[in-house]
């Protein structure tokens, strides 16, 4: 992680989401020189909670038009938490029996099975390409928004691994700025390239068209 701004109170952090995310620069995707207008908001795993009280204010702030960037109104917040969208499509899909839903059913049988076999099976019935990437289409479709907030990342690991996502997205949310919240850590080099790294352990795989919000200046 940027050691810079991890030694920063959160109020710091917050206050640099606010100056980049409400800048013209930022908004009218700005000096991107072709890349996508991907960021990647990185924070640490104990500060999971903290993250989402600050995805809350910022999405208010934005929004409450005290801060005059788009000709005298906010920001408008599109946030799609990855796994409330995952229990909310398999809510939407018919277990084995009429009167049951997939996500009942996963419920009923995640102690019995092993966690390969669950994995495998999330893996399955939540395929990025068929049913996930599909399902934010059509909210972006049918949202007025300015920039795109992506959380969620812990929690759908590691049947949704962030690279595949953002991988997919290519070609779904390059129209506006989107943020994905990242609990870990946001490499480069130039020896190894980026990668991210969830709670700053797990190398998640190689990622190069995303650039880090701390390092975003206006």
């Known amino acids: 992680m940027n050691k810079k701004i991890s030694q920063q109170q959160i109020s710091v952090r917050f206050d640099h989401l606010v100056k980049v995310i409400s800048s013209q620069r930022f908004l009218q995707m ?31 702030t934005l929004a409450s038009g005290a801060i005059d960037c788009l000709g005298g109104r906010g920001v408008k917040v599109l946030e799609i938490n990855l796994y409330d969208l995952c229990v909310d499509l398999l809510k939407a899909r018919e277990g084995s029996s009429p009167d049951t839903n997939l996500w009942d059913e996963i419920l ?18 939540l ?25 969620g990342i812990g929690e759908v690991f590691p049947y949704i691994r962030s690279h595949n996502v953002l991988n997919n997205l290519q070609s779904t949310a390059k ?16 020896e190894q390239g980026a990668s991210l790294e969830l709670f700053g352990m797990l190398h998640d795989d190689k990622y190069y068209r995303a650039f880090n919000i701390f390092d975003t200046q206006i």
């Open 30 to 60: 700005r000096g991107l020189n072709n890349d996508l207008p991907f960021y990647i908001c990185e924070f640490k795993a104990s500060e999971t909670f903290e993250m989402q009280r600050i995805i809350q204010q910022l999405t208010t």
């Open 108 to 125: 009923s049988i995640e102690t019995e099975n092993e966690k390969d076999s669950l994995l495998e099976l999330l893996q399955n019935v």
């Open 127 to 151: 395929s990025i390409e068929d049913y996930l990437i599909p399902a934010i289409r059509e909210r972006i479709d049918q949202t007025e928004y300015d920039v795109f907030f992506l959380s």
């Open 175 to 190: 129209e506006k700025p989107t943020v994905m919240f990242f609990p870990g850590e946001y490499r480069y080099s130039l």
